[in-house]
């Protein structure tokens, strides 16, 4: 019998997206979470009734063939078996995918239609720069493989960022024909005032379900949702307590107290999250090496608007450099940075774009004396169309006369799929595996490699066995 009890007459329950299989455990444990402590508990989740649960996308595709000697379609495909009720949702970084560059259409193509048919049902596409031309793609192949799109606005504060501009840029994803719209706060600085101004502007403009993901980086994030769900959100992100709070979601379990006996009564089951909770607080204990999260909130982003991971990656790059001191002043020139590039929403890759400059300017000690490759090809128009207007002196220091492009980035990038499956063939198993190389070329190549040899080493075994087993006259059926 399902957990979740039935709606009564006269309520608008909230659904509930569970994060903590992918930005749970990104955020607070450095996406290291392994496919073999998500298994155990999946039953008990697909009981619960969420809305959906988020398992992939983000990070956590480098992070398999980087760090975790996993396969991470083979991950999806063991989830996609695991939950049997509840539908799964990927985040996609639009152009990017699940990387941290604009991929050619052909491999943007294939990607979302293999997602799709390895088990996602509900693809949340955001770009960067809110540059819809670069969520296009993507958005076109989910339709047509019968997935759920939902066009995602990453949400951000600047001059150019107000109601109006988010209003704008969801009439655009409605037209592409999203099912949904999301507001994505990534920094966890979307107030309850904000939200329930842009919810109402938007609900009224698109006439979509409203979802809204806030990290609770600041502290605000409940209270946030609180007063979006009042103003009409249908769904919220939560991560289960165990993994939740600081740079992750509001904990599961507190929302659905919350909003408990109210006409926005989710109908989730306390009881059965709590015994899911004491699940991930033993495995969240394996990750202690990873385990990044502070004891408190971190009011810093209310004034500099950086994700918490980007505060640990400051962290790193300064230690490196023997400059720890420095941090303030890093700080303090994120917002300098990020006003001069036209006031990018700070998001991957856009986060590590500015907050690298950001370090370079202070070690440097001048402005733009030396500038990353990645900045120069922002400059260029490469990532996309600036929210607003990249400072012209900064654009003249850095690219001289050259003019941006203006059209869609893709729109110069050759196909790459048939290289990339010429080049991977002798160790292709399967066509995923085209697509993980065709993402990240020295990651994938070092895994598909490893995988070779531990097979055929366990073939050799294997062939050693059957030789022994014969000379005793017993030849294995």
């Known amino acids: 019998m399902p957990a979740k009890k039935p709606a009564q007459a006269g309520k608008r329950p909230v659904g509930i997206t569970d994060t903590t299989l992918r930005?749970?455990?990104?955020?607070?444990?450095?996406?290291?979470?392994?496919?073999?402590?998500?298994?155990?508990?999946?039953?008990?989740?697909?009981?619960?009734?969420?809305?959906?649960?988020?398992?992939?996308?983000?990070?956590?595709?480098?992070t398999c063939l980087r760090f975790l000697n996993e396969d991470p379609w083979e991950r999806l495909r063991s989830l996609r078996r695991a939950f049997k009720q509840t539908k799964l949702q990927m985040l996609l970084r639009g152009q990017n995918l699940v990387g941290y560059k604009h991929y050619p259409d052909d491999v943007v193509e294939a990607f979302v239609k293999k997602a799709v048919s390895n088990g996602i049902d509900i693809l949340r596409i955001f770009d960067a720069l809110n540059d819809v031309r670069n969520m296009e793609k993507a958005i076109a192949?989910?339709?047509?493989?019968?997935?759920?799109?939902?066009?995602?606005?990453?949400?951000?504060?600047?001059?150019?960022?107000?109601?109006?501009?988010?209003?704008?840029?969801?009439?655009?994803?409605?037209?592409?024909g999203s099912d949904s719209i999301?507001?994505?706060?990534?920094?966890?600085?979307?107030?309850?005032?904000?939200?329930?101004?842009?919810?109402?502007?938007?609900?009224?403009?698109?006439?979509?379900p409203i979802q809204v993901h806030a990290h609770y980086t600041s502290g605000m994030a409940a209270?946030?949702?609180?007063?979006?769900?009042?103003?009409?959100?249908?769904?919220?992100?939560?991560?289960?307590?165990?993994?939740?709070?600081?740079t992750s979601q509001p904990a599961t379990e507190t929302m659905v107290a919350t909003l408990a006996g109210t006409r926005y009564d989710t109908g989730l089951d306390l009881g059965l999250l709590s015994e899911i909770a004491e699940y991930f607080k033993a495995v969240r204990a394996k990750y202690r090496q990873f385990d990044v999260a502070g004891s408190t909130v971190d009011t810093n982003v209310l004034m500099y608007q950086i994700p918490g991971g980007m505060i640990s990656n400051f962290v790193s790059q300064l230690q490196q450099q023997n400059a720890l001191d420095k941090l303030p002043e890093v700080l303090?020139?994120?917002?300098?940075?990020?006003?001069?590039?036209g006031y990018p929403p700070l998001v991957t890759p856009t986060s590590q774009i500015v907050g690298s400059q950001a370090?370079?300017?202070?070690?440097?000690?001048?402005?733009?004396?030396?500038?990353?490759?990645?900045?120069?090809?922002?400059?260029?128009?490469?990532?996309g169309r600036p929210p607003g207007k990249v400072d012209p002196a900064v654009r003249k220091k850095i690219i001289g006369d050259e003019k941006p492009i203006t059209h869609r980035p893709a729109d110069d990038i050759k196909p790459g799929l048939a290289e990339a499956k010429k080049e991977i063939a002798p160790l292709m198993e399967k066509e995923e595996d085209v697509l993980s190389y065709a993402l990240f070329p020295p990651n994938a190549r070092k895994f598909f490699e490893e995988r070779m040899a531990a097979r055929t080493a366990t073939d050799q075994r294997l062939v050693e066995e059957a030789r022994k087993e014969s000379k005793t006259g017993y030849y294995p059926v």
Not at 184 to 206: N, R
Not at 332 to 341: G, N, S, T
């Open 23 to 62: 930005d749970g455990h990104q955020s607070l444990l450095a996406t290291r979470m392994k496919t073999e402590d998500m298994l155990p508990i999946a039953e008990k989740m697909d009981r619960v009734g969420f809305h959906s649960l988020e398992v992939w996308g983000g990070a956590t595709f480098d």
């Open 359 to 383: 370090v370079l300017n202070v070690l440097m000690g001048e402005r733009y004396k030396m500038v990353t490759n990645e900045v120069k090809a922002y400059i260029r128009g490469l990532y």
């Open 332 to 341: 303090k020139e994120v917002p300098q940075v990020r006003k001069d590039l």
């Open 182 to 208: 999301c507001i994505k706060d990534m920094a966890g600085i979307l107030t309850p005032t904000a939200a329930v101004d842009l919810i109402a502007e938007l609900k009224q403009a698109v006439g979509l």
């Open 223 to 246: 209270m946030t949702y609180l007063k979006a769900v009042e103003a009409g959100a249908d769904v919220i992100d939560t991560s289960i307590s165990s993994l939740a709070l600081a």
């Open 141 to 176: 192949v989910g339709k047509k493989a019968k997935a759920h799109i939902q066009g995602t606005i990453s949400y951000t504060i600047s001059p150019v960022h107000d109601v109006a501009h988010y209003v704008k840029m969801a009439k655009s994803l409605a037209d592409l």
